[in-house]
């Protein structure tokens, strides 16, 4: 037994059992740490005298002794010896430290304010890791609390360096286990943030919040769960953590596991009895996270747990909407949802059904599960027409098989007539399917529909019908199968639009031989007129005498002779309008090369090149001298649309095949004259910094 007397003439009794080590004979150093939870003052201020003598902290203690204990205030520091206490814990002297502090010395003074990153000594040992300085300070009682630049106390600087130890120490003298730093982060926060299940354990133990979020509003469970570490959430579960707490966006645990894809940790929340239908602010559900980010195990567990297969976020989107967008599990994620009992035609906020999703998609193996499941388009197609009145959804959710028709999408209109798409619905053009893919030139689209039954003669607003289009198209293969289709499904070949125009006479506006053959072949009507008087012959020759020679391919001038030559064999009566004219067909009417010598006065024959150069030449504002033709072979002006037309002798004399022939050879001679013409007018524009005049730019097209 010690008996030390204070001071103020008290005395402290102090049993050998009392001491925390049983060390016989105990030293001063002992007696000194032990006497300092009993007066309050830490080992380094306090000084054991034996009879007026001071006893060293080394000396061992025998039994039964009076002692006399006198305690030190801090002595008076310099900014010399507070620099040496930073630079002997720098250089890791753990001696240096120890005299320093027996000075007595303030372990939290520091040289001076920004001399330091840290701001007390403790601050620094732990940053620098000197666990040994650091077990010193702790006993000189340096201020566990105190906060550095960014609010982090020594606490949570002692998690961030994952000593078990020194969290002990810190703990054991009172440290703070929840004061956040400036982001609200508590040593709690920090351990579940870099996975430290033990000292996660110590911090709990100790009292530490379990659910006190940060200034993001994510909790030390969230944490855990975003970085991954089961072992923390474990942890922080099994001491009652709120495992349905919510972040700032409002994200339950079970929401981030779900969309991580943290099986077993989903696996433990829900044994724990996770809320699985609480939803983030926007609705996210944790069934529809682990759904949208194809976590498709995550997902058949939450639906064993009995989640709600058909809760959908604010936008309507259901789980069974979310798994179509993923590459190579959408099928997996269909089948798992459909299994479950998903409503397969509910339909999102925009009145699109999980099956529209995936035919606009292209998904057409997904859409075949959904309409094996039950899912059908009329009642999307339904709500959709209402949300597009609104101005709420897009058109083409209303009108999707009009515009996979257009796309062309043979398997995509398969599809969508299989689940009910109505083959005769008028887009917002007043188009059907049917016109849409002769308008586009899809043949095996429009062979498709034909097959359904869809009605070949539906026309819009104008009159216009899918052989009209098909007949006036871009597409020569396709335009040509799908008026052979059509007619073949009886197609009226003589219905015009509100202009007029027939199939026929749009087929030869456009040139194209094959589509005028076959409406030919099918009885087509060669001599209606459109409501200007325009047959088709008229058409044809207007578009072969209005074409510049030079400029039109040969392959059209053939096609337009072509259909001249195969309406008049098929009874074409010709008009004396010209292609705008007002004037009725003529009854009856020989072939076309006979009617235009009758036409025309005799005149002696004349080379085809010379009136041809005198057209060339006049882009140059020059003449090519040639044979001039008598007076009585003066050329006469025709007028057929109000324009004097200057058509050269051989031009209304010669045959269809000898004017062709004609053609080929002016084209092979004059074509190298006209490029270097329209090459030294380009240079000249140049030299004079301008730019091409009209006709300069005509010839640089030659």
Partial sequence: MWRVYLASGESLVVHIEDLPHAVWPPSVLVLKQHLGALCGQPRFKQRLLRDGVLLEDSELLETSLDLQLVVLPFSETTQAQCRGLMQAIVNNYAQEVESILQRPQDPDLISKPGSSPEPSALHLALQLRRVQIVELLLEAWADVDKPDLRGSSPLFKAVDIHHLEVIRALLAARADADKANLRGETPLFNAATNGLAEAARLLVDAGADKNKVSCCGKSPLHMAILRGHSAVARVLLETRADLNCTSRHGSTPLGMAAELGELETARLLLENHADTATADKDGWTPLLLACRKGYLEVADLLLQAGANVDQANKDGETPLAAVLPLKGQADAGVRLLTQASAEVDKADVEGRTPLLVACLHGHLEIAELLIGAGATLQKAIERSSGNVVAGNAHPEIVHMLSQAAADGCVETVRLLLKAGADKEELNTFGATPLYMAALCGHASVAQLLLEQRASPDTST??????????????????????????????????????????????????????????????????????????????????????????????????AYLEIAKLLVEAGAARTKAGRCGLSAPVDSMPQLEDERREEQPAAPTVPAVPAEVDWLASLKGKRVPHEAPSKAAKRPKRKDDGRALDIPPFWRTASIEELSESLQSLRERMLPRIRKMAKDARREDQKRGGHLKPRTAALGRV
Avoid: F, W, Y
């Fill in 461 to 558: 607003e104008d009159g216009s019908t899918p052989l009209r289009m098909a007949a006036a198209g871009n597409s020569e293969h396709g335009d040509l199968l799908t008026t052979q289709l059509l007619l073949q499904a009886g197609a009226d070949k003589d219905r015009a639009d509100d202009a007029g125009c027939t199939p026929l006479l749009m087929a030869c506006i456009r040139g194209k031989l094959e589509v005028v053959r076959a409406l030919v072949d099918a009885g087509a009507d060669v001599n209606q007129a459109n409501r200007n008087g325009e047959t088709p012959l008229v058409a044809t020759e207007g578009s072969l005498e209005g074409a510049e020679p030079l400029e039109e391919a040969d392959s059209r001038r053939h």
